[in-house]
């Protein structure tokens, strides 16, 4: 999927118009379209601001990853990283046997 149709999906399960979209990036409504119809490609600027608006990474607009982090989850991964070394480790070793736990569920239960 190219990046004007990653655009184009997004705002359309945010349920934004192209209009409503355009004013909160700050630019046209027809900039949008012709960035959903791949006529030319948003500057790194736009991009960011467009990735911003939608709620992912801009990673994730740009197609470098098709792993979808939404803004709730990059802000605890960000107060995770900021949490004193010890802390970290408890989480991980709390997250590690969660997911351990999950995977052996799945295993087993398919």
Not at 22 to 50: F, L, Q, T, W
Request: no cysteine; charged share 30%; net charge neutral.
């Amino acid at each position: 999927m190219n990046i004007g149709q990653k655009i184009s999906e997004l705002r359309k399960q945010k349920d934004l118009s192209q209009a409503d979209f355009a004013k909160a990036v700050g630019i046209s409504r027809e900039m949008i379209g012709r960035y959903e119809r791949d006529e030319v490609m948003p500057s790194i600027e736009v991009a960011a601001k467009m990735a911003g608006a939608l709620e992912v990474s801009l990673d994730y607009l740009a197609g470098n990853t098709n792993l979808l982090l939404d803004k709730i989850l990059l802000k605890r991964i960000t107060d995770i990283q900021q949490l004193p070394d010890e802390d970290k480790a408890h989480l991980y070793a709390l997250m590690d046997a969660f997911l351990r736990d999950q995977k052996t569920k799945k295993t087993y239960n398919p």
